[in-house]
């Protein structure tokens, strides 16, 4: 059972480095590219939330937009609500880049997944999130990280 625990992470590890080939055809890292997803799906984060939800530290993450924003991808904006906050937003230069992302992503799964039929697919799913379960509730921190 522990060798299966060691071929999920190599396989997570294969995947993160085809997608690196992949996403540095567009221009930018894997870290990048979480940022740019993460605001795809819900725009005007606050940095603090986004770097909690990413799972790294407020200034590795204040870095990564540093430089987004001078490439001119993501802009941050005052928070109303707090002085000292930043809501992040993707800009429309990056809107192409982040759907030629998502192309690449789905063109890595197909890849990855070819010769596995929907059931097979399905059933791995499962079992990943019963594995993510179960990791979740004995952790001490007791997050998630799906």
Not at 24 to 31: I, L, P, S, W
Not at 99 to 125: C, K, P, W
């Amino acid at each position: 059972m522990e060798t299966l625990a060691w071929e999920i992470g190599e396989t997570s590890h294969a995947l993160r480095r085809a997608f690196d080939r992949k996403a540095a055809e567009v221009g930018v890292t894997r870290a990048q590219w979480r940022v740019l997803a993460h605001l795809g799906r819900t725009p005007g984060q606050r940095q603090v939330e986004l770097a909690d939800r990413m799972e790294i530290e407020p200034i590795t993450l204040c870095r990564m937009v540093d430089r987004l924003e001078e490439g001119g991808l993501v802009e941050r904006q005052r928070d109303p609500a707090d002085r000292r906050a930043w809501r992040l937003f993707l800009t429309a230069t990056a809107e192409p880049i982040v759907e030629r992302l998502h192309l690449l992503a789905a063109e890595l799964a197909s890849e990855a997944f070819a010769g596995l039929d929907q059931t097979t697919i399905d059933a791995v799913r499962a079992a990943l999130a019963q594995v993510r379960v179960n990791v979740t509730t004995h952790s001490p921190k007791g997050r998630a990280t799906a």
